[in-house]
């Protein structure tokens, strides 16, 4: 990790904010050598730029940003399907010199390469949301939900709503994305462990596109019209198979299930046109993603694993001063 240079530049604000100053933390650029030195520059990469989810990420990453005065570079491919556009924003930031990534590598086998390529210039690099297929000794840390708890969690609130029988459909999102591959593994081994009397059923990829979710959703319940559940196991899918349902004028019938939270599907649950809501804390995992860059420059050893935690959002729970943190803003 090429500390030298930032270790001085960081080390008195982040230590007199981690030791929980009263006062707002200094700006770290003061701290440099030299007056009016540059501030340093992480590079923040989502899987995209469109959904509600990645804005929330940028909010929390920040804040960071401002609290412990680093420049933040946000970019990242338009849509969550399009793979080489995000190995090309990572490989402008390494070909920029930042001095650190937080990344959230859409598939999980083809960022591996680009993510070597940083390791290899001496950039250290944070993961977060999603895994790639790369050791422990590639990353600073991996910031993410536990998506297969999360998965579990979608499958036991099903399996009570529907007491345990009928079918259940399933709306995955695409290949090797490792965060909802996770998810619907989850989902699908707790339903066959948890509730014997649920069959399920899958639609065809979604490819993190909610216009396609649509579709898929439809001609999933069009093939099995005794469906009494859906879960979609990202934003897109969600809206996607909330969308279907409406369409088909079934939503006094089927309980949907979605994973992650935006305006619409927020007002849904309100509504008891969504059964329920998987939610993350987006804002976190960008917040703790730069921060673990910012103490592992100074020398403070961030967890390998930070996990920022998941909880069900049910009209009967939203309300809740704790779910404050988990609403669509």
């Known amino acids: 990790m090429k500390k030298s240079g930032w270790l001085s530049f960081v080390a008195l604000g982040a230590t007199l904010f981690l030791a929980g100053c009263p006062s707002a933390p200094p700006n770290v650029e003061s701290t440099a050598s030299g007056a009016g030195a540059a501030?340093?520059?992480?590079?923040?990469?989502?899987?995209?730029?469109?959904?509600?989810?990645?804005?929330?990420?940028?909010?929390?990453?920040?804040?960071?940003?401002?609290?412990?005065?680093?420049?933040?570079?946000?970019?990242?491919p338009?849509?969550?399907?399009?793979?080489?556009?995000?190995?090309?924003?990572v490989e402008n930031a390494i070909n920029q010199k930042v001095d650190g990534i937080v990344l959230a590598p859409l598939d999980k086998a083809a960022l591996?390469?680009?993510i070597k390529k940083a390791g290899d210039a001496k950039i250290p690099i944070t993961i977060f949301d999603s895994a790639a297929d790369v050791g422990e000794d590639a990353y600073v840390s991996f910031v993410?939900?536990?998506?297969?708890?999360?998965?579990?969690?979608?499958?036991?609130?099903?399996g009570e709503i529907l007491g345990g029988k009928g079918k259940v459909g399933l709306i995955p999102n695409q290949a090797n994305s490792a965060s909802?591959?996770?998810?619907?593994?989850?989902f699908e081994e707790t339903l066959k462990a948890k509730f014997p009397g649920i069959t399920l059923v899958k639609a065809t990829l979604a490819d993190s596109d909610a216009i396609k979710a649509i579709r898929v959703?439809?001609?999933?319940?069009?093939?099995?019209?005794?469906?009494?559940?859906?879960?979609?196991?990202?934003?897109p899918c969600a809206v996607g198979a909330l969308q279907a349902a409406k369409n088909k004028n079934l939503l006094t019938k089927i309980k949907v299930i979605g994973f992650d939270n935006t305006k619409l599907m927020d007002s849904a649950v309100s509504k008891g046109e969504m059964d329920?809501?998987?939610?993350?804390?987006?804002?976190?995992?960008?917040?703790?993603?730069?921060?673990?860059?910012i103490d592992n420059a100074i020398g403070k050893k961030?967890?390998?694993?930070?996990?920022?935690?998941?909880?069900?959002?049910?009209?009967?729970?939203?309300?809740?001063?704790?779910?404050?943190e988990f609403r669509a803003k």
């Open 39 to 76: 501030k340093k520059t992480i590079a923040v990469i989502p899987k995209g730029l469109t959904h509600d989810f990645w804005q929330s990420v940028k909010r929390g990453a920040e804040k960071a940003g401002s609290e412990f005065s680093v420049n933040i570079k946000w970019d990242g």
């Open 78 to 89: 338009q849509k969550e399907n399009d793979a080489s556009g995000q190995i090309g924003v």
């Open 112 to 114: 591996v390469g680009v």
């Open 144 to 158: 993410a939900t536990d998506n297969k708890k999360g998965g579990e969690l979608a499958a036991m609130r099903m």
């Open 180 to 186: 909802t591959m996770e998810r619907e593994e989850g």
């Open 217 to 235: 959703a439809e001609d999933l319940l069009s093939a099995n019209p005794d469906i009494v559940g859906m879960f979609g196991s990202c934003e």
């Open 276 to 293: 329920s809501l998987v939610v993350q804390n987006p804002a976190k995992m960008g917040y703790e993603g730069v921060k673990s860059l």
């Open 302 to 324: 961030p967890k390998k694993q930070i996990d920022t935690g998941c909880v069900l959002l049910k009209k009967d729970n939203m309300d809740q001063p704790d779910m404050t």
